[in-house]
């Protein structure tokens, strides 16, 4: 291997500063989250003890941080689900232009770059003015599958750019109808794929903040949680919170990986090449 | 006869040789239906979300915008009063300043930020593995709170956080920096922590698309390294560094929260305005706001997929 010029160097100490930049904050609340009892909101640890995080699992004096969790878990998995059928679906429709195709892409276009205040002030708007009860699980649901579906879109519109047609050729050759074309040759190969889409689905849905503002209703889920916590509570206890639900979210994204990574292993084993197809 | 009416008759002999199991009738089969409809129905669920959720709402606005309000409620009507009064008031010229002001300052840090990294994971790093594991490391922070993430800035630039009190020690500064924490330093630094992995991913996915052999000519008629980057990388990279341009500039300017929170409501963008007026319940100068708002948006991005065919880059 040729030697590493002194740019590598460089460029890796910048890398490297930049991962600094990007997760130290997120480490510094980790740490402080464990101060002690009389500790403030930062340095110095006044003690180290879980007292913060004892305080999250008592009854709370503002709020209800373990109902809004309940809500986003719920509705993180609702959005998940829709997003990766929708998206398979548009998906596939979009592998062929139809009339009418190059306006709905724009229309996903828009649905990514709009503001989010817009989507949320424009669902919350109609549902007041119709008479409908704003609802997490109705306005809400809805506003966030503006946010994630361009997402899960654009990651299948990648898919079947890279697509080889010649496997599904090869399933109708052999006699397959076009459901088990789709079920037995597109699903297995796009499989790990969508396992993307699906951590797109829930993260996004989990964290959304904007879009669920005026679309939740009295219900909170847990970033409007804590983003009402940010104005009345001044103790590490919101520290706790961030750090147990950054916990978390490093947990699903662990879990998604490795669900991709035992899909490929086993692939390898049986000897099977599902997720080669792609080019 | 064409190929097509051909193939048309043997599908029918196909069909009518294996009857389906319904019936007579060959079962229901989306192969055989016109791909306009097969790309219809398979869009249809896509198409009522951004109906519903996108197009009525932004309809809802643009209505809402000609309304009239009280102090309570607010009241159909057709006037322009809430335009008037946008148009003539010397804070939406100085908010929609500051909006700009955010998205270019942001803008072009990220640009140098994300290009420099996406740069050294695409041409620097030298085992797929690797690639993946550093890429990875850079968009984790995306799939968590951005609210957390912003909150993480208080222990550090706090009046007695750490970069003051770091700053103190080391005899650089007698007195804590005020401007750290609750100005536009803040907002802009937390603008950039959130969305630099927007510029990282498109430009990388570019960069990763680049021939290398591209690369090595270049380096055999004689080109330098600045000259290869300026020359061969950039140009090619051109897409990514659109694609990255359109999240961050459309996240900053349509952004409110960031604004609020880390400058402890004394900036004032155009996303605040509106939330502001939301707050207030004046819903029909929110929308007015908002239609601004979003006509700017949709300009800019005009402008710059002038550039870019983003689906070809897809």
């Not at chain 1, 596939?92 to 709009?114: D, E």
């Not at chain 2, 984790?140 to 630039?157: A, D, E, V, Y």
Request: hydrophobic share 50%; glycine share 8%.
């Amino acid at each position: 291997m040729e030697k590493r010029s002194r740019s590598f160097y460089t460029l890796a100490t910048f890398f490297a500063l930049f991962l600094l930049f990007l997760y130290g904050p997120t480490i510094t609340i980790a740490i402080l989250s464990f101060q002690g009892p009389q500790g403030g909101l930062t340095f110095p640890m006044r003690g180290v003890s879980l007292h913060w995080f004892r305080d999250l699992f008592e009854q709370q004096a503002v709020g209800d941080i373990w109902g809004s969790f309940s809500r986003s878990l719920t509705l993180g998995l609702m959005v998940m689900v829709t997003t990766v059928i929708v998206s398979v679906m548009g998906g596939l429709a979009f592998r062929k232009r139809f009339p009418g195709s190059g306006a709905i892409f724009y229309l996903i276009i828009t649905s990514l770059v709009i503001p989010s205040i817009l989507v949320s002030l424009g669902v919350g708007l109609i549902f007041s003015q119709s008479g409908l009860a704003v609802h997490w699980s109705t306005s809400g649901f809805g506003a966030q599958l503006t946010w994630t579906l361009p997402f899960g879109l654009l990651i299948m519109f990648a898919v079947f750019n890279r697509f080889d047609k010649s496997y599904e050729e090869a399933a109708r050759d052999q006699g397959a109808n076009a459901w088990q074309t789709i079920r037995y040759v597109v699903l297995p190969i796009i499989a790990p794929m969508l396992i993307g889409v699906a951590l797109f689905g829930f993260t996004l849905s989990y964290d959304e903040f904007a879009r669920t503002l005026l679309t939740a209703g009295s219900y909170n889920t847990l970033p409007l949680e804590i983003y009402g916590m940010t104005t009345n509570v001044t103790t590490p206890v919101i520290f706790a919170l961030g750090t147990l639900t950054t916990a978390f979210s490093f947990g699903i994204i662990g879990l998604f990986l490795a669900i991709v990574v035992i899909l490929n292993k086993r692939r390898s084993r049986h000897g099977s090449d599902a997720g080669k197809g792609m080019v | 006869m064409t190929d097509q009416a051909h193939l048309f008759i043997q599908k029918e002999a196909e069909s009518a040789e294996r009857p389906g199991k319904t019936g007579p009738r060959a079962p229901f089969s989306l192969a055989r239906l016109p791909d306009a409809v097969t790309g219809w129905l398979l869009s249809l669920p896509l198409a009522l979300v951004l109906f519903c959720f996108l197009l009525l709402p932004i309809a809802m606005i643009v209505v809402v915008s000609f309304w009239g309000a009280t102090e309570f409620s607010i009241y159909p009507a057709f006037q322009f009063d809430n335009y008037e009064f946008l148009l003539t008031s010397p804070v939406t010229y100085q908010v929609f300043f500051n909006t700009v002001k955010y998205a270019l300052i942001t803008w072009a840090i990220t640009l140098v930020i994300g290009f420099t990294v996406a740069y050294f994971l695409a041409f620097h790093v030298r085992t797929l593995t690797w690639q993946i594991i550093l890429f990875l490391l850079c968009t984790i922070p995306f799939w968590t709170s951005n609210i957390i993430r912003m909150i993480s800035w208080i222990p550090f630039l706090g009046r007695n956080g750490i970069a003051n009190s770091t700053l103190i020690s080391m005899g650089v500064i007698d007195e804590p920096l005020e401007w750290l924490l609750f100005s536009d330093f803040s907002v802009i630094l937390a603008f950039v922590h959130l969305y630099t992995l927007f510029m990282v991913v498109p430009i990388f996915n570019t960069m990763m698309r680049i021939d290398r052999s591209l690369i090595e000519a270049a380096y055999d008629n004689g080109a330098s390294g600045l000259q290869t980057l300026t020359n061969v990388i950039i140009p090619l990279t051109k897409p990514g560094i659109m694609i990255g341009s359109i999240f961050v500039v459309t996240l900053v300017m349509g952004d409110f929260i960031t604004v609020r929170f880390m400058s402890g409501s004394q900036k004032a963008n155009v996303g605040r305005l509106i939330s502001n007026d939301i707050a207030l319940l004046q819903y029909p100068s929110a929308a007015a706001t908002a239609v601004i708002l979003l006509v700017t948006v949709l300009l800019v991005i005009s402008i710059l997929l002038r550039f870019v065919d983003i689906r070809k880059e897809l």
